[in-house]
């Protein structure tokens, strides 16, 4: 099985950026990089999404819309931070209403660094995520199968 063995449906969502690593974001749907390619999907639905892609640093007013987003995804499911704002708050650390990383709210799996992250970083994240949510689903059928055996 590969890491891309199914359609990574994500979400993204800004914590709270300067909208570099959005655009890189948005780059990577375009032709010049067609992550569609690998199947990647952009879903504005948080309960269709088992990737979640978050930009920017979290801060006061952010945090609590990326903790429920991450809650109404369904498991199992795989956080990545785009750039390095979102990987520990980057620029915007020591601001006033800067909490830091998007990991002060919620368990983060993949960590693309950069600022702005190019489009290929990013791309190259979802798949390391797709991969991450290839062995919590194996995690969670091996469970299953030894709760259905006991
Ligand atoms: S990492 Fe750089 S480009 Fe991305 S949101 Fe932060 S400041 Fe902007």
Known sequence: ???T???P???HYDGSSCNGCDIEVLACLTPVYDAERLGVINTGDPKQADIFLVTGSVNEQSKGVVRRLYDMMPEPKAVVAVGICACSGGVFRDCYNVQG?????IPVDVYVP????RPESIIDGIIRGAAVLEEKRARMRDVKCSVSKS
């Open 1 to 3: 099985m590969t890491a």
């Open 5 to 7: 063995s199914r359609s």
């Open 9 to 11: 449906w994500v979400l």
């Open 101 to 105: 990383g998007v990991d002060t709210v």
């Open 114 to 117: 950069g600022c702005a992250a």
